[in-house]
């Protein structure tokens, strides 16, 4: 049976963490080292890749995980295309729980009952 990489922890060097338990265990050692933790910073490319704020643009430039990410195209930003103000006056709003805008007191298939909450008395 092989044994698993260990990675060495940022936060304390003396920790030696297992690669499938390390981004937990990142999580609770910046807890416990505020201090240090303000003083570093996660690369955009890995979280796991935590380094002295000072030098996080260089690690970034030579991160081994930046063309993985770029050729994915995770690093460009979102884009989004929202409807111009004159459709948005154009078009009717409907709700996506009713069957059609002119039925309403009809029970449909995305209809469901309506849930009350009563209070338990035990008898």
């Known amino acids: 049976m092989e044994s698993e990489a ?4 940022p936060y304390n060097p003396r920790h030696r963490i297992p690669l499938s338990r390390f981004q937990y265990h990142l999580a609770s050692c910046r807890r416990k080292n ?3 933790a303000k003083q570093t910073a996660s690369c ?3 979280a796991c890749h ?3 704020i000072r030098k ?3 690690h ?21 295309s929202l409807p111009s103000p004159e459709q948005n006056r154009n078009t009717p709003l409907v709700s996506p729980w009713l069957p059609s805008a002119e039925v309403w007191n009809v029970d449909g298939p995305n209809c469901h009952p309506m849930f009350i909450l009563t209070t338990f008395a035990p008898q």
């Open 50 to 52: 935590v380094v002295p």
């Open 34 to 36: 505020p201090k240090k």
């Open 60 to 80: 970034e430039a030579a991160c081994v995980d930046r063309s993985t990410a770029e050729e994915e195209g995770s690093v460009s930003p979102l884009k989004v």
């Open 44 to 46: 955009k490319y890995n």
């Open 6 to 9: 260990l990675e060495i922890c």
């Open 56 to 58: 996080l643009e260089e």
